[in-house]
């Protein structure tokens, strides 16, 4: 794989700062019942990377200190962490809101059945990938029979509840060199397809744009299309973004229990702007995070263009 961050580093992306900091993006690690071609973490089924209950235990440290009120689950499949029963549990003990980002297929695999009824009991916010509402699209990108596993697993979180009256959200983004299409017009496509043709509901779709790092800035690099990506994403910078720009209220955390500023600097292993190296997180329990320098590059440029971008979709 190409590297990217040689191509990133020298930046004329604005300064940014932190505001108060609300939420902690965990990656639980990278183990995943699936090995799809986009997967910016190279997760699959051996990795053999996963958080451990030690790390677990100084996240909730780290939550208690600092009034934490979001938790916000990735990997990899958080869900097949070990331990994520029971980072769920005590998130839940504690009061906090609890996002899981799930690949729906997981939901349908042996020994895992019981999730879905354990996200529901606990009334944790599910946020799922479908790349596209049709099949070819999506078994492109994440494997044979994805799209057909991902729509009896929706079904049944229908069922539980989900996309009524509790949250459940889909996550697109862009099969190519594009900006992803106006979030409002394609949420409305994608419901009436999936409801016309498999009568599934969904709270919200978050378009999300990608960004030129890992495997998808490399295969930029193999087409020599990547000055021409980050063309596109600078002449599209709207200065309205910065104020909502994920960073500002996010931590991430990887699989170690180290910290950056987003999960894209976690994968460029930018460390977070309050550290000039790798910071862990048993050692920033009484940090004041707010008005903090955020670690930038050219990157960031992807999160400003448009209508902007973060894991919560578009900004603006
Ligand atoms: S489901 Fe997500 S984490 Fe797993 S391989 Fe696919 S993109 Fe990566
Ligand atoms: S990539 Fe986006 S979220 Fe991450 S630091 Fe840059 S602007 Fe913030």
């Known amino acids: ?9 020298n930046t004329d992306f604005p300064p940014i ?30 990795r053999k990377e996963l958080m451990d209950k030690a790390t677990v235990d100084q996240l909730f440290e780290f939550i208690d200190q600092q009034s934490i009120e979001t938790l916000d689950l990735t990997g990899g499949a ?12 005590e998130a839940v003990k504690r009061g906090l809101t609890v996002i899981n980002r799930c690949n729906l297929t997981i939901l349908e695999e042996p020994g895992y059945e019981h999730i879905a009824e354990f996200l529901a009991k606990n009334k944790v916010q599910i946020v ?4 596209c509402y049709s099949s070819d699209n999506v078994d492109a990108q994440r494997g044979n029979g994805v799209f057909d596993k991902s729509i009896t697993a929706l079904q ?23 900006l992803p299409p106006e979030q409002a017009s394609l949420e409305k496509e994608y419901k009436q397809h999936l409801f016309d043709n498999f009568g599934i509901v969904f709270s919200g779709l978050l378009t999300i744009t990608n960004m030129p790092i890992k495997r998808f800035g490399s295969t930029l690099i193999s087409k020599r299309s990547f000055d021409e990506y980050m063309d596109l994403l600078k002449t599209s910078y709207q200065s309205i973004n910065l ?14 229990g180290y910290v950056y500023d987003c999960d894209f600097n976690q994968m460029l292993e930018l460390p977070a702007g309050i550290a000039s190296s790798k910071k862990h997180i048993s050692a920033c329990l ?10 930038i590059a050219d990157h960031c440029y992807g999160c400003t263009a448009g209508s902007g971008s973060s894991c919560g979709g578009a900004l603006t």
């Open 156 to 178: 049944k979180l229908n069922a539980l509840g989900y996309g009524k009256e509790l949250e459940l959200s889909l996550v697109y983004n862009p099969q190519g060199a594009q």
């Open 78 to 89: 958080p869900e097949m962490n070990p331990h994520f029963e029971y980072v769920v549990t």
């Open 243 to 256: 104020d909502n720009l994920m960073c500002k209220s996010i931590l991430s955390v990887d699989w170690q």
């Open 128 to 131: 799922a990938s479908l790349p």
């Open 1 to 9: 794989m190409h590297p990217t961050l040689d191509r990133l580093a």
């Open 17 to 46: 700062q932190r505001n108060a900091l609300t939420t902690l993006q965990v990656n639980l690690g990278y183990l995943c019942n699936l090995s799809c071609l986009h997967c910016h973490v190279n997760a699959g089924p051996t």
């Open 286 to 295: 009484t940090l004041d995070f707010n008005q903090q320098p955020i670690t």
